[in-house]
Every structure is written in C-alpha cells, then in structure tokens.
C-alpha cells in the first residue's frame, strides 16, 4: 500500500508536478530535433500526434503519441506511489491541464488525448484499455482522429461504470468535458463534413 497523505499541501505539490510533467511539449521538440519545422506553422498548428503524422513522418508522429502518453501516466504512477489515490487522481488531471495549456506557449498547446489515454491506461488500466479499445476501432471505421478522441473520452465514463471503476467516474466526467471544449472547431468541422481524414496534410 502506498503511503497516504492528502495534506493540501501535498495534493498542491502534485498539481504542480503534473502540470509540469504535462506540459512538456514533445511535438514540438521532436519536430525540430528532426527537422520537421515549427509544427505551430503546419497543418492545424496543433503540437499532438495527429499534427505531426501532417509532416508525412510517421517515426515522428508514433514518437509523439507515446511520449505524450506517457506524461500523464508518469504523473499519475508517481503520486499513486509516493502519496496516494487522490494525488494520483490530481496529478493526471493537472499533466492534461498542462499539455492543453502550457506555461511555456503561452498556454496554446494540444487537445489533451494521448495524455488523456496515458493516464486513464495508469490511473485505472480497465478503463484506460476500454477508451483505447474505442479510439482504434473509430479511428479505424471513419479515419477520423478528432471523432475517434470523442468518442473514446464519452464513453470513458460509461467504460468507468460498466467495469466497476467508479472511484475515477467523476474525473472521467471532468476530462470529457475538458477534451469536447478543445476540439469545438473539430465538432463544428464535423458537423459541416469538412474534418481532415487521419493522414491528410
């Protein structure tokens, strides 16, 4: 059993070391690192995964899914470890806060979805491998990333449910919301039939 503390002060810590950990922006240093350009002047202007396969490198775009990925279940792995259930909990809301809005870009970053995958495959791995499940098979059928983000992060709650992982329930709930706010002009592209297919540049 790890440790327990839920001190306000400790629960502080961890939403500052999750957002850190967060809003490192791998996409674009990645980007540069292999000479792609500033991926903020390509495609959507987006740092994620999705905008970087836009760069027609593929070693770069899978790069980036999994580093992003890995940033939310570091964050929450380690305050699971070191503090307890509701640091873990915060830490993974906090490093998707951070990749959504990072201090270093003037809190212009991405959509928040790998970081989204990584830290619900972390915080409850049943719930993390459903929303995951549901990402491909929508990405698959329709070839559309912002529809398959979508639809993984509604029916996370649901998946939370299902699978008697109620305890993460309500953040499941809080980073829905989170996800569908930043992709509203993929919604309203959506709607008009006009949305890029994966692999579009």
């Known amino acids: 059993m790890p440790p327990i503390d839920s001190s306000g002060a400790m629960l502080a810590l961890w939403a500052v070391l999750g957002y850190g950990l967060g809003s490192i922006p791998f996409g674009i ?4 690192m292999m000479g792609l350009g500033d991926l903020r002047k390509i495609g959507s202007g987006n740092i994620g995964a999705t ?17 992003d990925a890995s940033k939310g ?3 929450v792995l380690l305050a699971r470890a070191l503090t ?3 640091a873990a909990q915060l830490a993974g809301l906090a490093a998707i806060l951070g990749h959504c809005h990072p201090v270093w870009l003037r809190f212009r970053g991405g959509k928040g979805v790998a970081t989204f995958l990584g830290l619900m495959l972390a915080l409850s791995w049943p719930v993390g491998v459903a929303a995951c499940a ?8 329709a070839r559309i990333s912002s529809l398959a983000a979508l639809m993984a992060a509604a029916l996370s709650s649901i ?3 299902v699978l008697g992982q109620g305890e993460v ?5 809080a980073l829905t919301l989170l996800i569908f706010w930043k992709h509203r002009e993929n919604i309203s592209r959506l709607r008009k039939g006009t949305e890029p297919r994966i692999g579009a540049k």
């Not at 905008?51 to 580093?67: C, D, I, K, P, Q």
């Open 51 to 67: 905008n970087v396969l836009r760069t027609g490198n593929r070693g770069a775009a899978a790069l980036t899914l999994l580093l």
């Open 73 to 75: 279940a570091v964050a």
């Open 134 to 141: 549901t990402w491909a098979i929508t990405a698959a059928a």
């Open 169 to 173: 329930f309500f953040l499941t709930v």
């Open 84 to 86: 307890g259930e509701a």
């Open 29 to 32: 240093v990645l980007a540069w």
């Open 159 to 161: 998946w939370a449910v």
